[in-house]
């Protein structure tokens, strides 16, 4: 499990660059152990929850 978390003063979301950090996190890992498994998957990658920006607050169904 990876999470990541972004926050800013400003009119623009984030979510984005959250979600990019977590994919780098996650391909870092798939980098340090493909030699054990070349056949791993990173999957479910979300915004679970966002607050403020134009679109205003998100938050993910369980």
């Not at 984005?16 to 479910?44: F, N, P, S, W």
């Amino acid at each position: 499990s990876c999470t990541a978390t972004a926050e800013v003063n400003g009119q623009t979301g984030v979510e984005m660059e959250a979600l990019t950090a977590v994919q780098v996190a996650l391909l870092t890992i798939y980098d340090m152990c493909k030699a054990v498994d070349r056949g791993m998957t990173i999957t479910d990658v979300k915004l679970l929850e966002k607050h403020g920006g134009k679109s205003g607050s998100f938050v993910a169904p369980n």
